[in-house]
């Protein structure tokens, strides 16, 4: 599997963007997808996660209310869409595709894109 994060950019605060993870490969709708992201100088972070049916989502606490992630299996991508973009949220954001249920861990994910970076103007 392949993926293929886009979408990020330079927002103001209270903005809003979505997240685009392309996938390639065979059986997509299998994959839990999540998102992490890394802020400068901080370690990657989980901020949601999708079950392979798009029924089960997961948020980390800080940004829960603001994020929602969905997913189009027959696209085969998954999405973020963030609101209320605050500078707290600048970083680049990973997209991951996992095989088992767990979710909220690096390690839970066997598939990585390259990163989008997201930056918030104050």
């Known amino acids: 599997v392949q993926l293929q994060a886009s979408g990020g950019g330079l927002v103001q605060t209270g903005g809003s963007l979505r997240l685009s993870c392309a996938a390639s490969g065979r059986n997509f709708g299998s994959y839990v997808m999540g998102w992490f992201r890394q802020a400068p100088g901080k370690e990657r972070e989980f901020v949601a996660a999708?079950?392979?049916?798009?029924?089960?989502?997961f948020y980390a606490d800080s940004v829960k209310g603001r994020f929602t992630i969905f997913r189009d299996n027959a696209k085969n991508t998954v999405y973020l869409q963030i609101n209320s973009l605050q500078p707290e949220d600048t970083a680049v954001y990973y997209c991951?595709?996992?095989?088992?249920?767990?979710?909220?861990?690096?390690?839970?994910?066997?598939?990585w894109g390259q990163g989008t970076l997201v930056t918030v103007s104050s």
């Open positions: 991951g595709a996992g095989r088992y249920s767990a979710y909220s861990l690096q390690g839970d994910y066997d598939y």
């Open positions: 999708i079950s392979g049916s798009g029924a089960g989502t």
